[in-house]
């Protein structure tokens, strides 16, 4: 629908990044306006609390080597616990993961939108 429609007339060239379609439908999703004040919703999605959660090792090459080398992977940050107060979520485990908080910084703006009800 809408986001579909958004992205289209921008790659177009028919809209700026700062337009965007908002459907009244029952259906229609939360119209997202950035930081940047452009419709794009972020490319990971805002967590709902930053707590670490252990990862169980399932296949044979995952080890300590293969957490401390992962970094941030699609949106989840992995870590080895280095059993701080801010990793205590993770418990006893020796390597955790959260969810990564999008970057929402940007200059200050002012952002228009107009409801065409």
């Known amino acids: 629908g809408s986001e579909a ?5 921008a790659k177009g060239g028919h809209w ?4 965007a379609l908002a459907s009244g439908a029952e259906f229609a999703k939360e119209l997202w306006v950035g930081a940047a004040c452009t419709a794009e919703a972020p490319a990971c999605p805002v967590p709902e609390d930053g707590a670490w959660h252990c990862v169980g090792f399932t ?26 107060p801010a990793m205590a ?6 390597c955790c993961r ?3 908080s999008p970057d929402l ?3 200050a703006r002012t952002c228009c939108v107009l409801f065409d009800d």
């Open 89 to 94: 979520s993770c418990g006893p485990c020796d």
């Open 16 to 19: 700026s990044p700062n337009e």
């Open 105 to 107: 910084s940007a200059a």
């Open 59 to 84: 296949r044979p090459e995952q080890n300590m080597d293969w957490c401390r080398a992962q970094g941030t992977v699609a949106c989840v940050e992995y870590a080895e616990n280095d059993k701080t």
């Open 98 to 100: 959260r969810k990564v």
């Open 5 to 9: 429609s958004r992205r289209y007339m």
